[in-house]
């Protein structure tokens, strides 16, 4: 895992997170910013929608973006960009540039607002509906079908358009396929998106289809909206 956190006790925390699942952290540590913190709130077992944050969305430094364009690109690359100054356009340009060179798949959860020609070179981009609108410049009530197949097209790779209880839609650009999602009572969304990445990234690294990884992700998503907090994407 490559990100950046701050010289704080959250920043602490994540990396005990991850030495704890033996997840091998190449972490930028930066005293000038804060680890992103989202609180939430929970009033009689239910989840709310307020949230307050600790953040900071100011671009990350020159040598903090050489750092995480040199870390190991592994079997799959996941770049989930959260809008949050860490995916710099170099940055991006310098992983694209390795993984294709390395025969990577890349899959990329784009940041809202962002120009997708910075995406350029990418296996899959995983959008929402609403970034998908955004970055077509449609409406949120168009088809997904329709959006996951126009900006394949334009992006001239595999995207897939997820659309909560309708299911998620995936497009080569020539055909539209769509997985419909599990029934579940959902309990908090947060971490789907996540999960559904990285389950697409997981059967893409081990030699799966797009649409078999698509079938899995829908099942993923939903055992995690089944629960409050973050549960494991399998």
Not at 120 to 147: Q, S, W, Y
Request: proline fraction near 6%.
């Amino acid at each position: 895992m490559a990100s950046v956190i701050g010289r704080d006790v959250p920043g602490g925390q994540v990396l005990e997170l991850l030495d704890a699942h033996e997840i091998a952290p190449h972490l930028w540590a930066d005293s000038t910013r804060p680890t992103t913190n989202k609180t939430r709130f929970i009033l009689r077992g239910q989840l709310r929608p307020d949230r307050f944050d600790f953040e900071s969305k100011a671009p990350i430094p020159g040598e903090a973006a050489k750092y995480l364009a040199a870390c190991p690109i592994g079997d799959c690359l996941l770049i989930q960009d959260y809008g949050k100054g860490v995916c710099t356009t170099s940055l991006l340009r310098s992983l694209l540039s390795r993984a294709t060179a390395a025969n990577v798949p890349v899959l990329v959860d784009p940041a809202r607002g962002r120009d997708w020609r910075e995406y350029e070179g990418c296996t899959v981009i995983k959008a929402n509906r609403i970034e998908a609108t955004e970055a077509l410049g449609c409406h949120v009530g168009d088809p997904p079908a329709m959006m996951a197949r126009r900006l394949a097209i334009r992006q001239g790779c595999h995207v897939v358009v997820t659309a909560g209880e309708l299911g998620l839609w995936w497009s080569d650009g020539r055909a539209v396929r769509r997985v419909p999602a599990v029934s579940v009572q959902v309990r908090d969304v947060c971490g789907a998106g996540d999960t559904v990445l990285a389950t697409l990234g997981l059967v893409l690294a081990t030699g799966g289809t797009i649409g078999a990884g698509c079938r899995l992700a829908a099942k993923a998503g939903a055992r995690q909206v089944r629960c409050i907090g973050v549960a494991p994407a399998c």
